[in-house]
């Protein structure tokens, strides 16, 4: 009898022990979330890579996930309205065959874009003046992509008004939000050799969290130093409860409909 309970523990040690090294070895993340939460900046900050498009910002004691994908063909890179469709961004991934997929931008309460929207099915709504969606990511039919105030109209391929701008020109903004809030946070990027970075950013300990829209001029300030980017413009995207990622690492799931998706086909 001993002698069988004894086997018994030693059985269950080693899959215990397995177990571990299964998990260190394993890595998928799956995430859904919502806003809220706090983050104060600091001139202290390091960065830690994770794997592969992924690595770790700390500010001032607080530290954050940051999954990105690249995009270096604007070709292959899609935009999708979801308005109506309130597609999860699991099947639209799917449906769309993407290889990598964000979420885009804002919607009104009547599901509608907040401003600009343009894809190949044509334009959706037109550019309106407003101080917090002041920009706009487009891409033309010459496969260059930018962000700003304004769109290359005649040419423009796709096209989204969001914001705020967070880098414009090379030169980190200075953001004066009212009611700022805590949330995960999404961000499209681009370089001066016309590649385009989709970023993801959520709290390390708390997934559902981010860090507060004033902030990430700065964030992306620190990423360019200890990354060795360099982001000629970048512009905020829809987050919070919206926010969604997939890529062939990591998977953040929404928990509210998203308005829209940026698709990168293979």
Known sequence: MMKIILIFLITILLLIAAGIVYGEFTYTEKISGKKNEN?????SSSLKQDQTNTFEVELKGENYLINYFSIENPKKLFLYPNFTEKLSSKEAKRLYECKNLISGGFYTTNYKPVGLFINEGGMTQDQV???????????DYADKPGISVSYPKGSTRIA?????ILIKDGVKQTLLIKNDELARRSIVATSQNNKIFFL???????????????????????????????????????????????????????????????????
Not at 160 to 164: E, H, K
């Open 160 to 164: 989204l008004q969001t914001g705020p």
């Open 200 to 266: 993801m950013l959520n709290r390390k300990k708390e997934k559902l969290m981010g860090p507060n829209l004033s902030d990430l001029p700065d964030i992306l300030a620190i990423v360019e130093n200890d990354k060795r980017f360099k982001f000629s413009s970048a512009i905020n995207l829809d987050g919070g409860s919206a926010a969604s990622f997939h890529d062939e690492n990591t998977i953040v799931e929404e928990i509210s409909p998203v308005g829209s998706f940026f698709c990168e086909k293979n």
């Open 39 to 43: 983050t104060n900046i600091d001139s």
């Open 129 to 139: 003046k407003s101080d917090l969606f002041n920009g706009i990511f487009w891409v």
